[in-house]
């Protein structure tokens, strides 16, 4: 779905270096918490007590970019940007940055105004883009409850802005859109964001955000707990692709709201991709399901983020720490349809569970360019450069299950003579397995040269286009024209 943009000269001016959904497809996200990535002295020693600022900033980030984009990355989420609220709680402090409390300052934590300019700046001249995080449900208090002294707010300094207090049940929709999220230390007033007083200053608010940064995109936090139709105010002010959390494993619920904005994480697949490969007895048939239930379900997986990390829920490898596993998961997830979103730390194997946990500083990995999973997700993101480079429609071509079994998947995206097979497993790293992968699975011609991206691995396929596939170790094959893989950068030398 392709949000229109509203005609009104002000938007042509907002919009003047924006990137539309249709450019986001093409990008491949690196999310960052920017308070645990790179700190301005560039240690990589510094300690970090996971619940208090650790001291990462905006300037750390600028230093660290090129680690970023030798992975191949085009794009970078950032952590929220505005004030937060000070103060130390049983739940840690607001080092994450979705505990706002005047959205027109920067928190100082993470640096100034400038710096933040500087970073937005750092990209573009890199080629690279920018989305930064927003939050519209609530801002945050700390002190006892509901007793908010609302004057400390800026702009939504008065009860009225607010909905009268009530803890918010996670089953119960109205709860969600109109109750408070926290609990008795920190308090998240929730705002009235389904009527227009609100809805109006938090648009004033994006589009002065996305001018002022030369923001390329954003992602919005809670997304479930705003009315749907905000969402769409708010992607429309903005001018540029809007991405939103809708936390929950329900295609049906989830997909619903991307009548309202372009963009969704991909909770669904995430839940799906987690439970195949997370161990050698996951549901490879629940994938398959799940891939197939999302197409017919939203309006367009293709603009949706496909992730397997990010800094909410466990890190795959806390699930298990079989390599192959981890290896496969990520290739299934960058190869799917959407927007690649890797979370900082996924390329060097943290294996953090539950909150704070999976919010590691990064420093403490060097920067590791070495590291095993750094170097397959450079390989990942170089194929789907690939892809879309030869092929026009890679991107808008609707990736489906060609063939599976127990413990394999084999996915198809891309049309004929360009399009990547991947073939996904959850054998772990001891299991070897082969099967014959069929010309009418893959769309292979007879005598075709294929090349295994990940490996270099060359074969052909015999003179009905089939092939005899060899998995080894666990791994995940990536099959590519081998002739069409040429100036890749992967298996030139
Ligand atoms: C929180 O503390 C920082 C650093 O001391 C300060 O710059 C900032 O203004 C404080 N923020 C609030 C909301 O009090
Ligand atoms: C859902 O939450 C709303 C708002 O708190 C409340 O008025 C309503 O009674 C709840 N419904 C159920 C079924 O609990
Ligand atoms: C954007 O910049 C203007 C001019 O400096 C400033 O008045 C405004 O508060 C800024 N808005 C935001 C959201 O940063
Ligand atoms: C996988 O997807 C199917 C279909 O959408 C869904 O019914 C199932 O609950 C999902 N599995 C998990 C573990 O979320
Ligand atoms: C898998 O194959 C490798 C060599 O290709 C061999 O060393 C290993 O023992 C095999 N594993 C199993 C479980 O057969
Ligand atoms: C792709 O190739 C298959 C046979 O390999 C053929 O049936 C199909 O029509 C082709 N599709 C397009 C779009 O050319
Ligand atoms: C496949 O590769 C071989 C060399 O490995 C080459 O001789 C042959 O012509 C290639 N076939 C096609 C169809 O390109």
Redesign the pocket.
């Known amino acids: 779905m392709h949000l229109s943009k509203s005609s009104c000269l002000c938007t042509i001016i907002v919009a003047a270096e924006a990137l539309s959904s249709s450019e986001w497809r093409s990008q491949s996200i690196y999310q960052v918490m920017t308070d645990r990535f790179a700190r301005t002295d560039g240690s990589t020693t510094a300690s970090c007590d996971l619940g208090d600022y650790c001291g990462g900033t905006w300037k750390g980030l600028i230093n660290h970019l090129r680690y970023i984009q030798d992975m191949g990355f085009t794009a970078v989420w950032i952590s929220p940007v505005v004030e937060n609220v000070n103060g130390s709680t049983a739940d840690g402090s607001s080092y994450h940055g979705y505990w706002a409390q005047d959205i027109y300052a920067v928190n100082t934590n993470y640096g100034s105004a400038a710096d933040l300019v500087s970073l937005s700046d750092a990209l573009h001249k890199r080629g690279m883009f920018l989305m930064v995080d927003i939050v519209t449900n609530h801002m945050a208090y700390v002190g006892c409850g509901d007793c908010v002294d609302y004057s400390k707010f800026t702009p939504f300094d008065k009860e009225f802005y607010y909905h009268p207090f009530c803890l918010i049940d996670y089953n119960n929709q109205t709860s969600m859109e109109s109750c408070w999220a926290g609990d008795n230390i920190v308090s998240l007033p929730d705002l009235r964001v389904e009527e227009s007083d609100v809805q109006e200053m938090w648009a004033i608010w994006i589009k002065q955000l996305v001018a002022n940064y030369t923001i390329d995109g954003l992602r919005i936090d809670s997304a479930s707990s705003v009315s749907k139709g905000s969402l769409k105010e708010f992607e429309s002010a903005a001018g540029v692709y809007a991405i939103a959390e809708v936390f929950n494993n329900n295609p049906d619920y989830t997909c619903a709201y991307q009548d309202y904005i372009s963009g969704l994480m991909n909770y669904p697949m995430y839940y799906n991709i987690t439970s195949a490969f997370s161990s050698t007895n996951g549901d490879i048939k629940e994938l398959e399901r799940g891939v197939n239930t999302m197409k017919s379900t939203c309006n367009d997986v293709t603009l949706l983020g496909s992730f397997i990390e990010n800094h909410d829920n466990p890190r795959f490898p806390s699930l298990t720490s079989d390599m192959a596993l981890a290896k496969n998961a990520i290739a299934f997830q960058m190869l799917a349809d959407g927007i690649p979103i890797i979370y900082q730390g996924q390329e060097q194997h943290f294996s953090g569970s539950s909150t704070p946990k999976q919010r590691e500083a990064l420093w403490t990995s060097g920067y590791n360019t070495a590291a095993s999973l750094y170097g397959h997700i450079g390989k990942l993101n170089a194929i789907r450069k690939q892809a879309m480079k030869n092929d026009d429609g890679y991107l808008t071509y609707n990736a489906y299950p060609v063939w599976a079994d127990d413990h394999t998947i084999v996915m198809r995206k891309g049309n004929n003579d360009t399009q990547v097979i991947g073939i996904f497993n959850n054998l772990g790293s001891s299991g070897n397995a082969s099967f014959d992968l069929l010309a009418t699975s893959s769309g292979f011609?007879a005598?075709?040269?294929v090349t295994d991206a990940l490996t270099c691995i060359?074969s052909?396929t015999d003179e009905s286009g089939d092939l005899k596939i060899e998995i080894k170790g666990g791994l995940p094959v990536v099959l590519y024209s081998?002739?069409r893989l040429e100036g890749s950068g992967l298996c030139d030398g």
């Open positions: 011609d005598g075709m040269n060359k052909a081998t002739k």
